[in-house]
């Protein structure tokens, strides 16, 4: 179970391990004029709060292309919701924020999101689904890849189940 | 290609989840994987509600929410744009998804957690292709059902009674569907239940066994009348279970043994259910299964659909022609004298039962028409009987609605074959048919 710190939530061990995959990410946003948008996210990469009290930062690869409502939405100002889904387990998470910051890869970063992206498609195809199609939808090569970064001010479980919706933690 | 719903069906199959996004008042998005996606028509869906969740709570005040689809072929993703219009709780379209919703939650081990409390209807307000998206592989050509349906409607077409429309169905689907494992059912609108009068792919036919209102897939595809499709084997709707646990909670156990067990693969990994109608008239059941799961898509949905209605016109047409025409005997054959070993047969009068030499026939309406065309052969020597005849004898106590008296001809006929040598039934003609004898009848009713 995670806590808060300063507004911000405590991203546990657990939580962050789960985070780094493999899990099939979709993002979501809002226009001002409410409606929702959403697309696939690729990849992400989690930095721990530090000691100096600064809060745990979470970072998604979205496509331009691919994503354009949803990073138009954000640009926007609007808020920013994402479900992490491990597709062997069906254990589901959703990340809250208010805001985000969008910026360029970093070096590495592509070659973090490709490895994010082949694992998760592994797991598609440990579960029956063709290597062909796994990759298609899980690993396709990302060429407009920006940086979504974001601190979570809240997570749900949203595993099938009796416990669905219940918060993990929340902002304060 | 226009963008339309029906296009996309395949994305509705749940082989990839789809996922919705909605949002509060607040502008707070919400992201939610979907159990079911239903494909109404070509500007509407209906998404399952399960759970009053946050995407609940969000449509309730914002109605407007954004759907990624995900193509299980090609991974070509899409958005809807929809509009939350009402929820509705009963009727066709909610049995239908609860049917497939159990289907989904047995497959995932969650029978207990998934329960349908109603479905959720949008409006379809745009279809968007995703740039950018990948198509991997191209589709494969998917099977075009449109020459197998059209070559079944002219097979079915020279059919010259019900007896060879059953028959012809079954080969049709085995034939040019590769539907291996079917059954046909017709409606007892007096006994409020379906029996079986035709099967094919199971190693006991189960003619004769029968299915009340509303148990299994195939029950309850007859009292919603639409037709259920379940890609999961779903533990709730295997119907031979569920009829047998109803059937044990209704009568005494001893009422097991003139059951007759329904056929159905051990198993099962897709079904469908489609109900034969004719307007108001439900006049029976279509069943196919498969041990594959996810075996039966939209497209055969649809192909079946239009198959069964042909078919209700077909059994209908072959009904009023069986009723006017009685043809001449095509040849006439001097009764033979009963020799041989004894046949007994019993009837109880209670349920109209037959056991002969201490097997159970039939019971009900064939029940009655055995004893009635035994009892003539007995007392008068006939062997020659119509159709006509048996409708306006008042002992048989034939319904006043619409009785299928040719589909429980049909019945007793199988069953004959199946259980009795020593008695036959064979068509002579169209309103005609025999009995034969092959031994020294004595015959015993019970009143009681």
């Known amino acids: 179970m995670s806590s808060t710190i300063h507004g911000s939530l405590l991203l546990t061990s657990d939580l962050v391990d789960f985070l780094l995959g493999p899990n099939s990410i979709k993002a979501g946003s809002c226009s001002s004029a409410l409606v929702p948008s959403i697309s696939h996210a690729y990849g992400c990469k989690v930095s721990r709060a530090s000691s100096e009290g600064r809060a745990g930062e979470v970072c998604v690869f979205l496509s331009e292309s691919r994503s354009a409502a949803v990073l138009r939405d954000l640009r926007d100002g609007g808020a920013f919701s994402v479900v992490f889904s491990r597709p062997t387990t069906h254990r589901t998470v959703q990340l809250k924020a208010n805001a985000v910051r969008i910026e360029p890869l970093q070096s590495g970063d592509k070659a973090l999101l490709d490895r994010y992206c082949l694992r998760t498609a592994g797991e598609l195809i440990s579960l029956g689904y063709t290597p062909a199609f796994s990759k298609a939808l899980m690993a396709p090569d990302i060429t407009d890849a920006v940086c979504v970064c974001f601190v979570p001010t809240a997570a749900f479980d949203q595993t099938p189940g009796a416990g669905a919706g219940q918060p993990l933690g929340g902002s304060s | ?448």
């Open chain 2, 1 to 448: 290609m226009k963008l339309t719903l029906s296009t996309l069906r395949r994305c509705f199959e749940g082989a990839v989840p789809a996922i919705i996004a909605t949002c509060d008042n607040s502008a707070v998005p919400n992201v939610a994987y979907l159990s079911q996606v239903h494909y109404m028509d070509e500007e509407h869906i209906a998404l399952s509600f399960q759970f009053f969740n946050t995407t609940r709570r969000n449509i309730l005040v914002n109605p407007a929410a954004t759907i990624l689809l995900m193509d299980p072929v090609t991974a070509e993703q899409y958005h809807l744009h929809i509009t939350y219009v009402k929820t509705v709780s009963e009727g066709p379209l909610f049995e239908s998804m609860k049917a497939r919703l159990a289907g989904i939650a047995s497959h995932s081990g969650m029978s207990e957690v998934f329960r349908l409390k109603g479905s959720d209807i949008y409006r379809v307000q745009r279809i968007e292709l995703i740039a950018g998206a990948p198509s991997p592989q191209a589709s494969p050509p998917a099977p075009n059902l449109l020459p197998a349906l059209r070559r079944s409607m002219t097979r079915l077409a020279v059919c010259q009674d019900l007896s060879e429309l059953l028959a012809g169905t079954l080969d049709c689907l085995a034939d040019e569907f590769d539907m291996q494992h079917a059954m046909l059912l017709m409606w007892d609108a007096a006994g409020e239940k379906l029996y079986t009068v035709a099967s094919r792919g199971y190693h006991h036919s189960g003619v004769g066994s029968e299915i009340s209102l509303g148990e299994g897939i195939i029950g309850v595809a007859a009292r919603e009348r639409v037709p259920i499709r379940i890609g999961h084997c779903a533990t709730e709707y295997l119907y031979g279970r569920a009829v047998r646990d109803s059937y044990l909670q209704r009568h005494a156990l001893i009422d097991m043994e003139i059951s007759i067990p329904v056929p159905g693969l051990a198993r099962s990994g897709s079904q469908m259910a489609v109900p034969i109608a004719q307007g108001e008239r439900l006049i029976g059941v279509l069943y196919v299964e498969s041990p594959q799961e996810m075996r039966f898509s939209w497209d055969d949905e649809d192909a079946l659909v239009a198959l069964t209605d042909y078919l209700a016109l077909a059994i209908t047409s072959a009904e009023r022609c069986t009723e006017l025409a009685v043809e001449p005997v095509e040849q006439a054959v001097a009764p033979t004298k009963d020799v041989g070993k004894a046949v007994n047969v019993c009837f109880y009068r209670a349920d109209q039962s037959v056991f002969i030499n201490n097997d159970y026939l039939i019971k009900g309406v064939a029940g009655a028409i055995l004893w009635k065309l035994l009892c003539d052969h007995s007392e008068r020597g006939r062997d020659e009987f119509t159709n006509r005849e048996l409708r306006h004898d008042t002992s048989l106590r034939l319904p006043d609605v619409v009785d299928n008296l040719e589909a429980r001809l049909i019945l007793l006929q199988r069953r004959l074959v199946e259980r009795c040598d020593a008695l036959v039934i064979e068509k002579t003609g169209r309103g005609r048919f025999r009995l034969r004898v092959a031994g020294t009848l004595q015959l015993r009713e019970v009143v009681a």
